[in-house]
């Protein structure tokens, strides 16, 4: 994260991004979330038009996307506000991308929890297959980045791979997930223990079990 | 009004008073880093932490908590004195132990406040944080490793100067204080982050490594780089003046002072003026001083004498040089040098008369014809505050850069007789009303139209006079006031076809319309004066004699002599008695303080500090036609007087900040 800064300003960049606007369905999107706030406060529409930019330019260069300097410029103008101040938000949340990204940005959770249940080798299976931390791979299939606390703790290990989590991760489970995007298959998102549907405790249910397959009423019980 | 107790003595504080506000009402100290008076509440730094009841048993960022009633506040306490050792502490692990060859040392937030409060000793052995340096442009210089994320210089940015050039980038440990892409800071206000800086992360780039704070001498000034007459100290070191800083005054400057008037102080020892040149065979040629008092002896105008002020010079001079011109028998003076003619024969129909902190109350304002951002920076700072309150900016003049909401009416001077229905309606509903008139809608002959447009909307009403011209040479009003105008303008001097023309550092005269003329030059640098001069003596800059100045607004100011001047350079009250002596005649004085008093016994408002007062308004002309296109008469802000242009720093950046020329840094 300490590394984190704007793709540098570069005619080419100007070349590519400069004619940059939003598509027809992005720009009624953005105007329903400006709509959202009183007149003279579309500012606060910034973080999600931010959203919206840089799923455009993922669409544009089939990847998550990200945010060259000059779209952030035109989402500065869009909404009518100093660009310092839009690329002050940009940089602040690392869930919008400074630089450009892989096919697949994969997020890997070094957090406590996820450490603890193995995050480490997690990173190191990623190393493995050619990733580094910060660096998109030669073929620009893979973007790698250690993040913190995703939120997954109950399902730790986990990555997040462009807008779906993969949980309950081993390095041999992240390779088949790995594998399969390399493939161009949509591998199933959430926690890939057999068995195990969401963030319930693994090895069934501990309290209240006379609810898994039916309502049941336990006031009488209290 | 909250009654509360600060370290067990009782008082009361004003009603919204922070608790750290009660906390100095009571005379206590409160060490801070990012709370400052003149912007917003930010409460990041966590310095001020005290302790207060009722309230969480912990301490508590007194700058950030209103003072309410029956509050305890201890500033005392041991849980006091351990958070402020504790927040010092944290913000040292990554303030890097530089001092020694940090420009801030000596006058720093930090290390005097990490003497007082810290605990002496760090206990962390890790690694610290380093953050490469950011380009600020050519005044600030930025170390960033040594910020400690106070955030004063974004607030000032977004706040006061209006232009929200500097931004916190990145997040927590690695937020890292940006101007966007690293261009440089273009506001005309921009150095003052510089003294907002808490520590020695944006020092002044000209002053790099120049000297540490106890070594210079202070001496108290006005700033004479426009109109305003910002309160100045000089810190000056031997014969050498080497920076100025903004003193607090709320009636002027408040505590900002222009980039102008801050880094001119090169130009002070460039093409200086330290000898006398004579004119001989069309080329002038160094001189002595009895050679240049003989060349003007054989001159012998008898009356045929003028005298033209420059923007620069002070009362005192000027009253020196009416002396000498009334004793040949002469009183053709005048000091707008461009050919401003405007009608001075009431003073208040030519005066700032709401005064700087009066326009901040201001609910409608229309400024004719002037550029306020170039003419006078700091006006432009409380018309900021204006229109923050909520009040209607219009102008009239070509379009520029607001960093507030205004409507522009168009160039044509026109426009003020027959305003837009929008227009009319606001000034008609408007209970303190406004009109600024400055030297290019003064050209077009606005003051006239702008009394009409007084009177129109009553203007001046109970406790409020909404009529005002703002000037933009530091020595107007003061030459207005010592009678430095001809009813005609300078075209008036022209006609009268003098034999010798005193020109007191008179730089912006058309000096080819003067080609029958002997023309001597006072003045203090090598500029288009002197190279129009047939003699030329060396004179005193602003920091280099005691003067009278009188600003825009009719406030009478006194500055301090900080150095000599260079050279065989004298000041210019004594350049002007010897040349009385010269000349052959008498001008009463052989003093400065004798010529001080002659000045107060003719013009009495100049001997007090502080408004002038002119009195009422003139009744507004009957026949009022203002018209023609108005033109803003600075087209280089920071080069707009003879010690600017001679100013390697305002060279910079006048080529760098408003011409896009770009220079390589060197590497340290």
């Not at chain 1, 949509?186 to 405790?201: F, L, Y």
């Not at chain 2, 001092?99 to 000793?121: H, K, M, N, W």
């Not at chain 2, 944006?202 to 108290?220: D, G, I, N, V």
Request: with cysteine; aromatic share 8%.
């Amino acid at each position: 994260m300490a590394d984190r800064h704007p793709e540098p300003d570069s005619p080419e960049l100007r070349a590519r991004w400069g004619g940059f606007a939003f598509t027809p369905e992005w720009d009624a999107k953005a105007k329903e979330q400006i709509a959202h706030y009183p007149e003279g406060r579309q500012r606060s529409a910034v973080m999600a038009l931010l959203d919206y930019a840089q799923r455009q330019v993922g669409e544009e260069t089939r990847t998550q996307g990200w945010l060259p300097i000059p779209v952030i410029e035109y989402v500065a103008a869009y909404l009518d506000m100093p660009v310092i101040r839009v690329l002050e938000v940009a940089s602040f949340y690392t869930m919008y991308n400074l630089q450009p990204v892989g096919r697949f940005h994969v997020q890997v959770c070094g957090t406590t929890p996820c450490m603890l249940r193995g995050a480490e080798d997690i990173i190191m299976a990623c190393k493995q297959r050619g990733m580094a931390k910060g660096y998109t791979s030669e073929d620009g299939l893979w973007t790698l980045t250690e993040v913190e606390c995703m939120g997954n703790c109950a399902s730790a290990p986990m990555v997040q791979i462009n807008d779906d989590n993969y949980e309950d991760l081993t390095p041999d489970r992240l390779d088949a997930v790995l594998n399969a995007l390399a493939k161009g298959e949509t591998p199933k998102a959430g926690t890939q223990e057999p068995g195990r549907h969401t963030v319930e405790p693994s090895g069934g249910p501990t309290t209240l079990t006379a609810m898994v397959t039916e309502n049941h009423d336990y006031r009488g019980e209290w | 009004m909250p009654k509360l107790t600060v370290d067990g003595v009782e008082l009361e504080v004003p009603a919204g008073a922070t608790v750290l506000q009660a906390c100095e009402l009571a005379g206590k100290e409160i060490p801070r880093f990012c709370y400052h008076e003149r912007l917003s509440i930010a409460g990041n730094c966590r310095m001020c932490l005290v302790e207060v009841k009722p309230g969480p048993p912990k301490p508590q960022a007194s700058c950030a908590l209103p003072a309410t009633e029956g509050q305890e506040i201890r500033t005392d306490s041991e849980m006091v004195r351990k958070a402020r050792e504790g927040v010092m502490e944290f913000l040292l692990i990554n303030h890097p132990l530089d001092c020694p060859i940090c420009d801030q040392g000596g006058e720093c937030d930090l290390q005097d406040q990490s003497v007082a409060y810290g605990r002496g000793a760090s206990r962390y052995d890790e690694n610290k944080r380093a953050v490469t340096e950011k380009y600020m442009g050519p005044l600030i210089k930025t170390v960033m490793t040594r910020c400690i994320h106070c955030t004063r210089c974004v607030r000032f940015s977004e706040e006061i100067a209006g232009v929200d050039e500097i931004g916190a980038l990145y997040r927590g440990e690695n937020m890292q204080i940006s101007t966007y892409l690293e261009g440089a800071a273009k506001h005309e206000l921009s150095a003052n982050v510089i003294d907002l800086c808490p520590v020695g992360a944006l020092t002044s780039r000209p002053y790099a490594f120049e000297a540490r704070p106890w070594e210079l001498k202070k001496t108290l000034s006005i700033d004479v780089s426009d109109a305003v007459g910002a309160n100045i100290r000089v810190d000056s070191r031997g014969r050498e003046v080497l920076r100025i800083l903004p003193r607090v005054n709320d009636d002027v400057n408040e505590e900002w002072l222009t980039d102008k008037g801050r880094f001119c102080v090169d130009g002070l020892t460039r093409r200086r003026l330290d000898k006398p040149w004579l004119r001989l065979d069309g080329k002038l040629q160094a001189a002595t001083w009895a050679e240049a008092f003989a060349a003007i002896g054989k001159i012998n105008p008898g009356s045929s004498v003028a005298v033209i002020a420059g923007d620069m010079v002070d009362c005192e001079t000027m009253f020196a040089a009416k002396k000498l011109a009334g004793a040949l028998g002469s009183s053709l003076l005048e000091g707008r040098q461009t050919g401003l003619a405007y009608d001075c024969t009431n003073l208040a129909a030519v005066n700032f008369n709401t005064t700087f902190a009066g326009i901040e109350n201001a609910d409608a304002i229309l400024i004719v014809g002037s550029q306020v951002r170039d003419e006078a920076a700091l006006v432009n700072v409380r018309l900021r505050k204006a229109a923050k309150k909520g009040a209607k900016v219009f102008v009239v003049g070509p379009e520029w850069e607001t960093t507030y909401a205004a409507t522009f009416l168009g160039d044509d001077i026109a426009v003020i007789a027959k305003l837009p229905k929008e227009v009319s309606d606001a000034f008609k509903a408007a209970e303190r009303p406004a009109i600024i008139v400055g030297g290019a809608g003064a050209a077009k002959g606005g003051i006239e139209a702008g009394l009409a447009f007084a009177e129109k909307f009553k203007l001046v009403r109970d406790g409020w006079n909404g009529f005002n011209v703002l000037h933009f040479s530091a020595a107007r009003m003061g030459g207005l006031m010592l009678g430095y105008a001809q009813a005609g303008g300078i075209a008036d001097i022209v006609a009268a076809k003098p034999r010798m023309v005193i020109a007191l550092g008179a730089d912006e005269v058309d000096y080819t319309k003067f080609a029958g003329s002997m023309i001597v030059y006072i003045g203090h640098h090598g500029d288009k004066g002197a190279h129009a001069a047939d003699v030329v003596l060396p004179a005193a800059a602003f920091t280099e004699k005691d003067g009278t100045y009188v600003n825009t607004e009719g406030r009478v100011q006194y500055a301090e002599k900080a150095v000599f001047a260079p050279g065989d350079a004298r000041e210019d009250w004594t350049i002007l008695r010897a040349m009385a002596d010269a000349l052959g005649v008498s001008v009463g004085f052989d003093s400065f303080d004798a010529l001080r008093a002659a000045m107060i016994a003719e013009v009495p408002a100049l001997g007090t500090e502080g408004l002038a007062g002119y009195g009422a308004l003139p009744e507004a002309p009957k026949v009022v036609k203002p018209e023609g296109m108005i033109a803003y008469p600075i087209k280089d802000r920071y080069l707009t007087n003879a010690i600017c242009r001679a100013s390697p720093t305002m060279q910079r950046c006048s080529a760098e900040l408003l011409h896009g020329e770009t220079f390589a840094e060197a590497a340290e």
